[in-house]
């Protein structure tokens, strides 16, 4: 595996733990919310589980455009790559 290679990974990984670590924030906060009878800490704590849903599935098309791969079943467009005699 190359280094760049590498980078892009441990990047893609570090990002996907960032989302799901925002998730699991607002997962309490919503609990919280929940608990105490704050509807607009409910709110924004399910609004931050939404935002690293999103998060998440944005960084894992963005992989999959940098691994030049299928998303969700879909072949991705062109990239510019030379394709070796197209």
Request: charge should be negative; aromatic fraction near 2%; avoid cysteine.
């Amino acid at each position: 595996m190359t280094d760049e290679k590498k980078e892009k990974k441990e990047s893609s990984l570090g990002e996907n733990l960032s989302a799901v670590g925002q998730m699991i924030v607002g997962e309490i906060e919503a609990v919280g919310g929940i608990l105490t009878g704050d509807p607009a800490t409910r709110a924004e704590g399910e609004f931050n589980v939404e935002v690293g849903s999103l998060h998440q599935e944005s960084n894992k098309v963005l992989t999959a455009i940098d691994n030049n791969e299928k998303v969700n079943g879909e072949e991705l467009p062109d990239s510019g790559k030379d394709n070796g005699g197209e």
